[in-house]
């Protein structure tokens, strides 16, 4: 066994994390920050955070990663890191010359305190910051929520670039969230179909799912303009998908300049697509094409055409709240049974909503916010599971156990396809679906007797 | 195309090359770089000095990772039976988890932590009230799950900031235990200026809290260490392999597939032979002080270099039997490791390479690239000190900077009871004048041809001018590099964790190393990059009339 | 084993065939005609070839499947099937008011030789054909060729309908092939995408991939228009995409109306889409446009990235002729090793061009047109393979010799996706890619020992 | 909704669907089909009469197949230890390979040559020359290949037409062979009206060349043989478990999980229970009259029917012990089946359901669907004959038109030396008095509700009509029928090959069916079917501001 001192037997744990299920803040404000285009994220911190963000983001993209680090050095560290963030700047733009440089903190910058406003008005009276060019940031301390909590906290830095013009620009903020590439690409495929003009951001598309051409751009062509960032004052309203990473950006468009939001869900199976098409619909005031329908329809069509194999199928799930919520909505809706469900993100609202959407199902769902893979491990030796969704580290479980296994969310470093084909959306629905029959029916291919064996299925 | 004749800088003047790389630079960064760029003019024993183990340069996008990365993800990682659990947020912990193929083999039923991530997932209240509880907590919670033979605790970034005294805590649950060692160790991310910083404090607390702890005789003849061998790819289970057919008994790996009770018998040998001497040789020179045991340089990277160092160690022991016998298996070994060069030969031959990675390792496969007729035209290391590049001769004349003395250097005297010199100084002497290179390494650059060029700490910025420029035929460096490299149409050889192969060491390992790089420099796929309608893009409408 | 009386050794056989790799005639004429607007198949034979036409298609595509048939009694087959013709004729624009009646023998009817065209004037001059309304027909003697020959016969009698005005329309006709519907959606996507405009035919797309929407459409939206299928004799040019499906119409249509056409493979794989965009351009005199270079850019990006898993694998592959040669070229650009094909439509051509396709690969390729899956599980025998690229029936052999398996080609019974992601174009590259990847991935990770086990692959 | 209270066909007269039915076609097409469509006003035993197994109407879209269908696909196709050689151009073959679900268990080693397809793959040549020799060859190469027990040989089309005199054919090689018995079918897919035309043919050449080849006494008390039953999904395993568990011995099933020895034995037993008439009745008879076994009707679909025909099978045998053991094996099997029932029932109560399938299918469904409180409101057969709605007793009065005059009714005497009634006039009598009835079934009608719609050789038209007007919750036909019925978002249940779902027969197979009915007549899917912007189309934004 891979996970052999692995009790079946669940213990109480107060201060002891094993196999997370979530990582820490910097990632995910490195993350949003290649959204931007032609940024490079800045992580203020000792170079190993850098480099390891960089390797995770690698490895599961398969693409380069560029970002810059402080390299702290135990002077930094007790004298602070103001020198060493002024220098990075300089460096960064007489070398690199993005057009914006996203710095975000790190455990160590926040223990010592370092104040990046003042840093940047620093560098900013000393000039070092190219006229045109820009310098954003964001406070993600690694021992406050997740890797999630970092990606919104870049998003909400991205909102904080608004500059509201005072005429509205007729059109619609979507604010994806941690979604792959493709998934963003996705959304703005549905959204321009549904003739909305909008603003997408972070928009990863077109930055991490790159060609092989034999030439290499540090910054290349996707990614939402500076422009665009600061047009989302202007627009009509915000559509955030997924509180937990876009919802406090677009509250403060909200708050601060009176842009009207509605945060949803993340638009991965039936209902949570439905919501966000009506949503844009009643939002911009326009009528779904035929085209969605018909999308949608072909959906709702495996979804009959299969039923069988997904009724009443036991799942344990791994993942981030934004995600584990639509894909706990998705799996109820196919008559399907998720009752392991853990994140590693804290917050007691995750637990609400899962049970929300679980109610009256006929069973008491187990599920935990700021839990762990150990701890879902053990769910399943309790009670197994039809088939595990997880990252790619709940291959061990699935091994251990003899799971079927989807990998979905983040990283996957074992399989591609996440970064070409997406899972949001109707087609996104589809291909989700795909995935699940798929392994469900590969395992009753493999252990189905000679004479069960099935032609067709 | 080959370069066999030219210069290794093909059409390019090294020096040209040099100004093109940091030219973009601001003056003062200029000049730092340009002491970390060196244009190869070795003379006999005449190296031209480098800068090296300096600061990394903020903003500047570098390969290098942190002292924890060293300490937790490189010694220590490999060890299946202690438990491993990181003090500080979770990232560190999370990113250190199963991402570096050093593999193990712990049977069907041995201890195995190597899968598992613990932490104690620091919060905003243990970061303002102090996280020693939570510590003394969590590992009372990892003994009561595991009961493991030991723990080891590693601070990340905040925990030195804030004060956490991990040792009190680790040496408290150890007496409170009686029957696990635990200790700890003080490698926040932000100490030194690279990885190497982190085997050195590694280094210290292994020796402090495990060498030594088990005096039990192991059986075997021909006793040794293999230090510095981390197994990625199962490169350690090949050099095992050759040992066992030689006959020489390896009591302990440092780290590779390597367990407690071996580090703890670790002063029961008679030589100690360094592989990585950048991240290991404190411990060879703390066990030649306390213990007696002298140590070589081996390398078994590349089938010559592995029978070069089997050689070594057999005529240090001086017993014909053992000098027979690695003849023996030499020969059994090296046919069908020619016949594979030679079936590859044909097809790399005169294609050059670019190796940046590690403290030593990019000398260590600069053999390797030669024995397939591949040039190395240029190479550097991540952490490497100036004797890793210059030879080992140098120390005496190194200076040690600030960030270098804030990392501890243990004083170690003769064990009262235990030492016992393996060899008189006269054995040595002999054994020297017969070629045993005691305590000594040669530096990289002896090694390399005239007019490469050497880089210390390579940067993204550097690497991509050079492949530019250079247009190498495959380029070696870690994940990091990979696909910014691949995306100019040079395939990439990570070396780190050797991608998805490997072993590479020793006989076998050199073989399927052949196969991977002829593979790598003659894949159909980078004849791909351009499309019909960009190679031919006039617009003449032909028909078949079939 | 499901198999168990295969032998390892090869003996010839003259006069048996054993699990073949092909079926008849009518089907393919069947697939073909659902892709006309608003046309009701009809079968001329007796109703058992029809009721397993449609089974076929229809558990193919969990769509339903409408088609007539003559019902042919005894009588009828002594005294022919004109009697019978005319009434389902009557019946069938009475009943289901088709647009078009497009009919096909079978090996009753063509060896009775009822003669269709004869029949067709016979209902003309007796007024059963609605004004505006069309019966079309085809020779499909299930004696001759295979499914695919039966599919380009139908493609060619709706060639047939081409009128031209005299007056060029600027379109360039497609003519895909049997590929599935969303295959062909994707070639119009693309072929829109460069800038062409065109007449897709046959295009089944919107007729067997239809949503779950509460109303049946006998005669969905889908479907190449009479009017499309006329005016194909104004085109510029043809791209026939498959020879074995698509050549004969592309001919015809240049020797009756001198419509310049070329006969390329079928765009599966890096090279043969390559050369399909590079006509399309050529033909139509227009630039590729930067949005296609990108998705070819992440189909090398992939290959490039997962080449260590590609390199020298043994592939066995059973299907048509047009697939075959295109993914064998796929898989040799690949590094793989494509070592045994068979398909089950004679021709001897097809077998020269897979030898030169595999040509300098360095090993002799085991190739038979006219070949059966019993030889094809033999030749596995004696040389055991990495994978197995087959249609459905293909799994009796990936279990008894525990091959990884990717389902591709028709029929595929037992597993989802084919209705909804193409594999034509580069996207399609990085799906089968995807494909392929995940079963020798899943694989290792099945086999790999615990301390050979990876995270990253 | 339930229509418990309403009449079948809820606010629809009748007369009006059929009305409604029938309108589209032209007059005389609505002629003939009135007389297929038949609102059910069974009185005792008086019921109407309804044409059927007439020829199907061309170019209307008919669920039916041909008689290679019904004598290849359904009755051979079963038996696992036969060859199955079609004679004709590949796609017959083809089409019948794997596609019917009818499952198989030959142990580790036994023959099982039904994952096999194969062909003669007629040829142009073959036509126009003849395909006799071809088949000779064919023959030859299974038998060198499989050296099988036995070859069966079938026609398609064209075979016929040509005048390939396939019965020679076969009797040449099996004289040939000597260790293999050799025939053939002409069933080639124009004759008759339907698959029942298939399945006269397979009888009647079953019992010429197999029947009676092996009269070595078999072990058991109670012999019988179950005709009719397919072991679809597995129903066949479900009834052995039973029968075994009641000590009754089945010496042959025609033909579900068969071998070729089982036919061979069949006139060994004492009984023969049939539970498809329609597509095996010949056989019975046949039997009968040469060996003198008696048969009766039994139905092991539904619960209640199971029981009812165990006890007429133990009755049957008039001896206690065994009419004790049946009485034992019912009480332990009905409580799980009545807690599943009343565990699905509040939720199936009151559906209504629609079956068009087979010969006497929709008729023992129907029981099963009566065991879950839902409601049968249309029904009808694929290929039945009048008998089969009417009941046996009409079968003097039934006039044999010209197609079914084509197909052979062999004739068939007491066997000279192996006749032997099992049972004498009186004992017949005296049973009969008891209630076990000998030679004879019921039809559909009559076990239909009053004014609900029975239809014959039902088509795509009036099915979609039928769906439309009545909304029935679910709609059982084949795979053709499936999704343009369920495209009306009404559930779609496949009785011929169950979907992937069975075994459906017996106890175990009862409580399976509850279980999917339940599933499919409430699942959530069919509320998905309108979009949101569908179902509220007013455009009014609104926001929650969070």
């Given at each position: 066994m891979l996970l052999r001192h692995t009790p079946q037997e669940i213990t109480e744990r107060q201060a002891l994390t094993i196999n997370p299920a979530k990582t820490c803040q910097p990632i995910g404000a490195m993350y949003a920050a290649l959204g931007i285009h032609g940024c490079l994220p800045h992580s203020h911190g000792s170079q190993g955070c850098c480099a390891y963000h960089r390797s995770t983001l690698t490895r599961h993209y398969k693409e380069p990663i560029s970002a810059s680090t402080s390299s702290f050095t135990e002077g930094a560290s007790v004298f602070g890191g103001s020198a060493n963030m002024l220098q990075a700047i300089n460096n960064i733009f007489t070398v690199y010359q993005p057009e914006v440089i996203a710095v975000h903190t790190t455990c160590l910058s926040e223990t010592i305190g370092d104040d990046l406003p003042q840093i940047k008005k620093k560098a900013l009276d000393e000039g070092k910051i190219p006229a045109g060019k820009y310098v954003i940031s964001a406070s993600t301390p690694s021992y406050a929520g997740s890797h999630v909590t970092g990606f919104s906290n870049m998003v909400t830095s991205m909102a904080a670039m608004a500059a509201p013009t005072g005429k509205k620009n007729g059109k619609i903020n979507v604010i994806p969230g941690w979604v792959e590439p493709t998934d963003m690409e996705e959304i703005k495929r549905l959204v321009k179909l549904v003739g909305v003009s909008s603003i997408l951001f972070p928009d990863t598309s077109g930055v991490l799912n790159g060609p092989l051409s034999g030439e290499y751009k540090m910054f290349p062509e996707g990614g939402t303009t500076v422009a665009e960032l600061q047009a989302t004052g202007d627009s009509l309203a915000t559509l955030a998908l997924g509180d937990w990473c876009s919802g406090d950006a677009a509250r403060y468009l909200d708050k601060t300049h009176k842009v009207p939001c509605q945060v949803l869900d993340m638009p991965f199976g039936l209902k949570a697509t439905d919501r966000f098409i009506d949503a844009l619909r009643t939002t911009a005031g326009v009528n779904v094409p035929e085209e969605i329908g018909l999308e949608r329809g072909q959906l709702v069509d495996m979804i009959s055409d299969m039923h069988q194999y997904l009724y009443k199928k036991k799942v344990a799930l791994a993942g981030d709240p934004d995600q584990l919520i639509a894909i706990t909505e998705f799996l109820v809706s196919l008559d399907m049974c998720p009752v392991h469900i853990v994140t590693g993100t804290p917050g007691k609202k995750f637990e609400r909503r899962i049970k929300e959407l679980t109610e009256g199902m006929g069973y008491e769902v187990n599920v935990k916010a700021k839990g762990d893979l150990f701890l879902l491990h053990q769910w399943i030796k309790n009670e197994p599971v039809d088939l595990l969704i997880c990252n790619t580290y709940g291959k061990y479980i699935a091994r251990d156990e003899d799971l079927p296994f989807v990998r979905w969310g983040f990283p996957i470093l074992d399989r591609q396809g996440h970064q070409y084909f997406p899972t949001v959306g109707y087609k996104g629905g589809l291909r989700l679906l795909e995935k699940i029959l798929g392994v469900l029916m590969d395992r009753k291919d493999r252990d189905d007797s000679e004479s069960k064996f099935e032609l067709v299925l | 195309m080959t370069t066999a004749m030219k210069k290794p800088t093909g059409d390019w003047q090294p020096a040209d090359i040099k100004a093109e790389l940091i030219k973009k630079y601001p003056a003062k960064i200029a000049r730092k770089r340009a002491k970390q760029i060196i244009i190869n003019e070795a003379q006999e024993n005449e190296t031209p000095e480098i800068m090296a183990n300096v600061r990394t340069i903020p903003g500047i996008i570098t390969m290098r990772g942190c002292t924890y990365a060293g300490c937790k993800g490189v010694i220590m990682g490999p060890t299946r039976d202690i438990v491993n659990l990181v003090h500080g947020p979770i990232g560190c912990s999370f990113y250190a988890w199963l991402t570096r193929r050093n593999q193990t083999d712990a049977g069907p039923d041995g201890d195995n932590f190597m899968t598992y991530c613990l932490s104690t997932d620091m919060q905003e209240q243990d970061i303002i009230f102090g996280g020693e509880k939570k510590l003394a907590a969590a590992i009372q919670e990892a003994y009561d799950l595991f009961h493991p033979r030991s723990i080891a605790v590693f601070a990340t970034c905040p925990v030195g900031l804030i004060g956490d005294d991990i040792h009190t805590v680790a040496a408290t649950m150890k007496e409170k235990f009686g029957d696990c060692n635990v200790y700890a160790f003080s490698c926040e991310g932000y100490k030194g200026v690279s990885q190497s910083a982190g085997h050195h404090i590694a280094n210290n607390q292994v020796f402090r809290h495990i060498v030594g702890e088990n005096d039990a005789e192991k059986p075997g003849k021909y006793k040794i260490n293999l230090l510095g061998e981390y197994n990625i790819g199962g490169d350690g289970f090949e050099i095992d392999r050759i040992f066992e057919k030689c006959g020489?008994?390896?009591?302990?790996?440092?780290?590779?597939?390597?367990?407690y009770d071996q580090f703890a018998s670790a002063h029961t040998v008679d030589l100690n032979a360094v592989m990585c001497h950048r991240s290991i040789n404190y411990v060879a020179d703390m066990l030649e002080t306390k213990f007696g045991i002298p140590w070589i340089k081996v390398n078994f990277i590349g089938a010559d270099s592995t029978a070069k160092s089997l050689r070594k160690i057999a005529q240090y022991f001086d017993d014909q039997a053992l000098i027979d016998r690695v003849e023996e298996v030499i020969e059994e070994e090296m046919p069908p490791v020619l016949a594979a060069r030679q079936e590859v030969r044909p097809r790399t031959e005169g294609k050059t390479a670019m190796i940046f990675i590690g403290g030593s390792r990019a000398h260590h496969y600069s053999f390797l690239f030669s024995e397939m007729g591949m040039k190395t035209i240029s190479a550097g290391h991540e952490f490497a000190h100036r004797d890793d590049y210059e030879g080992r001769r140098i120390l005496p004349h190194l200076k040690v900077d600030a960030d270098s003395r804030n990392i501890e250097e243990i004083e170690v005297n003769p064990d009262p009871t235990r030492y016992q010199p393996r060899k008189s100084a006269e054995e040595i002497e002999e054994l020297q004048k017969k070629g045993v290179p005691f305590n000594s390494y040669e530096g990289l650059m002896p090694d390399m041809e005239q007019g490469s060029i050497i880089i210390d700490d390579l940067n993204q910025h550097e690497a991509e001018k050079l492949v530019e420029m250079l247009k190498p035929d495959l380029f070696c460096a870690g994940i990091k590099e990979k696909y910014s490299v691949q995306k100019l149409g040079v395939p990439m050889k990570q070396l780190h964790s050797y991608d998805s192969g490997g072993p590479y060491a020793g006989f076998q390992g050199a073989i399927n190393f052949y196969q991977e790089i002829d593979r790598l420099v003659n894949s159909k796929v980078w004849s791909y990059m351009k499309a019909p309608w960009q190679e031919n893009p006039q617009l003449s409408a032909t028909y078949n009339w079939e």
């Open positions: - | 020489i008994t390896c009591i302990s790996t440092f780290s590779g597939n390597s367990t």
